[in-house]
């Protein structure tokens, strides 16, 4: 996999992987890319249909969906709360949890690679998509970064 960043100091996924696991790519083995994939196919099924099909419309399948989504993003902050160590002095408190956050990462990224199947390239709905997938992975990998070092803290729900 040359020039993906894969963990952010050994112990949780990069974006450029997560990113990789909400377009299908190979998942093997972690349990937080697991997690990224089914959300981004519970956003697909949601928002843009999957496999040919319309979005999901039914009020009792978008509450299951929605029921799911909070099991994945609990699962994932489960992990990282057993996995990671959390420095409670004079580490500033992260207003979301590594889930929450995931779980935009994954919606962004369908809203993203839809636009670019759908849209004309010049449109600014488009580049509105990426921008602000970017953000979101690069803020998820500072806050990654911050937490690990220290520097932040995670919030328990």
Known sequence: MTGVKTYV?????????LLRACRGHRVVGDPLMWFTRDLAVLH???LIGRGGSEPTRDP???TEIERRR????MAIDDWVSR???QHRLGATLHTET????IDRIAEASVRAHHALMTLDAGDEVLHGAWHHLAELADA??????????????L???
């Open 98 to 101: 590594i889930g929450s956050v």
């Open 9 to 17: 100091s050994g112990i949780l996924p990069s974006s450029d992987l």
């Open 44 to 46: 697909e099924r949601r």
């Open 70 to 73: 909070s099991e994945l993003v």
């Open 155 to 157: 919030p328990a729900w």
């Open 83 to 85: 996995s990671i160590p």
């Open 60 to 62: 009792a399948t978008l």
């Open 140 to 153: 998820y990998d500072d806050l990654v970064t911050d937490v690990l070092a220290g520097r932040r803290r």
